[in-house]
């Protein structure tokens, strides 16, 4: 009777089983039917709308130019960073990654809606006339950039060499809008470049990540290794650049752990980037100097040693451009950028637009210093003495060498007028006391 009873509710189990799955498997179709029903209802309306514009519009605007339209607005209205690239435009992107041009020097991005400066590039145009990072671009000579899209912006930017621009910008503190007049020329951009402070700490300037950045940071450090007891990185108005390279700068300085993660909808965009003790150039004290022109990998190198608290971080918060863009041909002249993941630091923080906050918070500007007149010291006798001598002996004269030499040191009074950088400097000695 036992077995009876076991067998008839074995049967019921099974019953009930294949019941869930059959209702399961019905509760799948029927979700399919209905993403399907909604999808197709989705295409109805878009395409009835556009039969409804096309009959009634003032203007007469083909079913080409409506299409292009509908792209160009659903792209922008996914994120600052995608967009719709028509023909013309997926030309001008070529030209810019493959061609040669006159530009100004800036990388722009968009902020709140608004064309925003995120840097002026170390030496070029803009940064001779003085654009700032933050400032925002209002007008391209006589074109309002007021919807423009960034690709619209950088090809109205770009042009022949030695033809002069216009730029109307909106800067924090200025009263009424500035004027910049910029000529263009050919970018030429010298990435890495270093100094010595003090005889022992070297400045490490980066200006932005190309291919050979981890290469020459590996090169200058090589070269004075044995006198360097800190080194202070200098990302200020760095814009960024290839990913590969901002994690090969981490792990110079990194032994191991999770430097970046790349997180998408889809499995096939998480990537994880960690560092290995193999590539390890130094272990010295370190100080990074960011800003507001900081963005993208430089935000991840800054961000990354932070969170490893393998450096200290002086300055202002960082841009906040954190995204992963990719380019997709739709024809073999059209084409769609579209964000297809997030950078995340190794604490899992996000950088996108919010960036990464210095460990000390330090405002640009001069350091103001007051000389005592009345004061006199040996150093000052010394130099009075040396005066009478050449008017004797005659003064030396400085030889290359002695140039050359002098544009390899950042003096202190250098440092009186970027009084970030003496910060940095005032940390790094200290960190170094402490290391003994």
């Given at each position: ?148 899209t960034i690709d619209e912006a950088v090809s109205l930017m770009r042009g022949k ?37 003090n005889n022992d700490i070297l400045y490490i300037r980066v200006a932005s990540f ?137 604490s899992g923080r996000t950088i996108q637009a919010v960036g990464v906050k210095p ?78």
């Amino acid at each position: 009777m036992k077995n009876k009873k076991f067998i008839t509710l074995g049967f019921a189990s099974v019953a009930t089983s294949i019941a869930l799955m059959f209702s399961s498997s019905l509760f799948a179709e029927s979700s399919i039917k209905d993403a399907q029903a909604s999808r197709l209802q989705a295409l109805e309306k878009f395409t009835k709308v556009i039969s409804i514009v096309q009959q009634y519009d003032v203007d007469d605007v083909t079913i080409e130019e409506l299409i292009d339209k509908a792209l160009d607005g659903m792209m922008k209205n996914l994120d600052a960073h995608s967009n719709y690239l028509t023909e013309k435009d997926y030309k001008r992107l070529k030209v810019q990654t493959e061609g040669e041009f006159g530009g100004l020097g800036i990388t722009v991005g968009m902020k709140d809606g608004a064309l925003t400066v995120i840097s002026p590039i170390d030496g070029t145009p803009a940064d001779k006339a003085g654009l700032k990072a933050g400032d925002i671009i209002l007008k391209i000579d006589d074109k309002s950039t007021i919807g423009m899209t960034i690709d619209e912006a950088v090809s109205l930017m770009r042009g022949k060499v030695g033809e002069p621009i216009d730029l109307l910008i909106v800067r924090e503190g200025e009263l009424k809008p500035l004027s910049i007049h910029i000529v263009r020329d050919i970018i030429k951009i010298e990435s890495v470049h270093a100094k010595v402070i003090n005889n022992d700490i070297l400045y490490i300037r980066v200006a932005s990540f190309d291919k050979k950045v981890v290469e020459d940071v590996a090169k200058e450090i090589n070269k004075r290794k044995a006198s360097t007891k800190g080194i202070i990185l200098d990302l200020r108005n760095n814009p960024g650049g290839l990913l590969d390279q901002a994690v090969g700068l981490v792990d110079s300085f990194v032994d191991s752990g999770v430097i970046v993660s790349q997180k998408g909808r889809r499995k096939i965009e998480n990537k994880t980037y960690s560092a290995h003790a193999s590539n390890t150039v130094t272990k010295v004290p370190l100080v990074v100097l960011i800003n507001g022109g900081s963005a993208s990998a430089s935000e991840i190198v800054s961000g990354a040693l932070q969170d490893h608290k393998r450096a200290v971080l002086v300055g202002e918060n960082t841009f906040g451009k954190g995204s992963v863009q990719v380019v997709l041909p739709i024809t073999k002249t059209e084409a769609i950028k579209l964000t297809i993941a997030r950078y995340y630091l190794p604490s899992g923080r996000t950088i996108q637009a919010v960036g990464v906050k210095p460990d000390v918070v330090v405002i640009p500007g001069e350091l103001k210093t007051h000389k005592n007149e009345f004061a006199i010291k040996e150093a000052d006798l010394k130099k009075h003495l040396q005066e009478e001598l050449e008017k004797v002996d005659g003064k030396k004269e400085e030889t290359k060498e002695d140039k050359k030499d002098k544009k390899d040191i950042i003096t202190p009074e250098m440092l009186n007028k970027d009084i970030q950088l003496k910060e940095a400097v005032d940390i790094i000695k200290a960190l170094v006391i402490m290391k003994g």
